[in-house]
T-cell receptor
Framework: RKEVEQDPGPFNVPEGATVAFNCTYS??????FFWYRQDCRKEPKLLMS???SGNEDGRFTAQLNRASQYISLLIRDSKLSDSATYLC???????????FGQGTILTVHP | GAVVSQHPSRVICKSGTSVKIECRSL??????MFWYRQFPKQSLMLMAT?????????EQGVEKDKFLINHASLTLSTLTVTSAHPEDSSFYIC????????????FGPGTRLTVT
């Protein structure tokens, strides 16, 4: 079983739609959680950290459920520029080692 | 956010040659940097943790004699792919934390290596 699992998609949604991505992680010792976005042939860029209390940044809302070992990302009012691969990332120990999910591909169309 | 650079951005080399990739933290000091590899349509896989002034820590399955890592200063880590083969063709990305306690990592723009 992969340490971090995501639905690879692709998700094809129209502009303005709301879309949700899910992620599960297998190691209960995981401490930090993130969503990164990666554009084609580019490096990953941090989208947001994920906290147990849930957090929001504009159109993006992230949730963490430690009991279920589940992380989610909700994007509201999708824009064309949101088209990218969204990576669920987990830091198992406080040593900085990140484990990446395989990514979920999102395409927002006009 | 913090800025990390990589050089070169793209390199093509012949099988059997060695290639050096540089990773620099431009506006902060990084005692620890990380090297990842990403094959097409796959996610990033951590190769090794580069520690300033000490030996790198390699992940299971990564050959330390093939992927030489040197972290000689607080702003520079290098990855040398020795005796490169076509199967080493990949996207190599480095990252750094702004401090030992920092949770977030900042990634360099990546180096696309093609071995012919």
């Amino acid at each position: 079983r992969k340490e971090v699992e995501q639905d690879p998609g692709p998700f094809n949604v129209p502009e303005g739609a709301t879309v949700a991505f899910n992620c599960t992680y297998s190691n209960s010792a995981s401490q930090s959680f993130f969503w990164y976005r990666q554009d084609c042939r580019k490096e990953p860029k941090l989208l947001m950290s994920v906290y147990s209390s849930g957090n929001e940044d504009g159109r993006f809302t992230a949730q963490l459920n430690r009991a279920s070992q589940y992380i989610s990302l909700l994007i509201r009012d999708s824009k064309l520029s949101d088209s990218a691969t969204y990576l669920c990332v987990v830091n198992r120990l406080n040593y900085g080692k990140l484990t990446f999910g395989q990514g979920t591909i999102l395409t927002v169309h006009p | 956010g913090a800025v990390v650079s990589q050089h070169p951005s793209r390199v093509i080399c012949k099988s059997g040659t060695s290639v050096k990739i540089e990773c620099r933290s431009l506006d902060f000091q990084a005692t620890t940097m990380f090297w990842y590899r990403q094959f097409p349509k796959q996610s990033l896989m951590l190769m090794a943790t580069s520690n300033e002034g000490s030996k790198a820590t390699y992940e299971q399955g990564v050959e330390k004699d093939k992927f030489l890592i040197n972290h000689a200063s607080l702003t520079l880590s290098t990855l040398t792919v020795t005796s490169a083969h076509p199967e080493d063709s990949s996207f190599y990305i480095c990252s750094a934390r702004t401090g030992e306690g920092a949770k977030e990592q900042y990634f360099g723009p990546g180096t696309r290596l093609t071995v012919t």
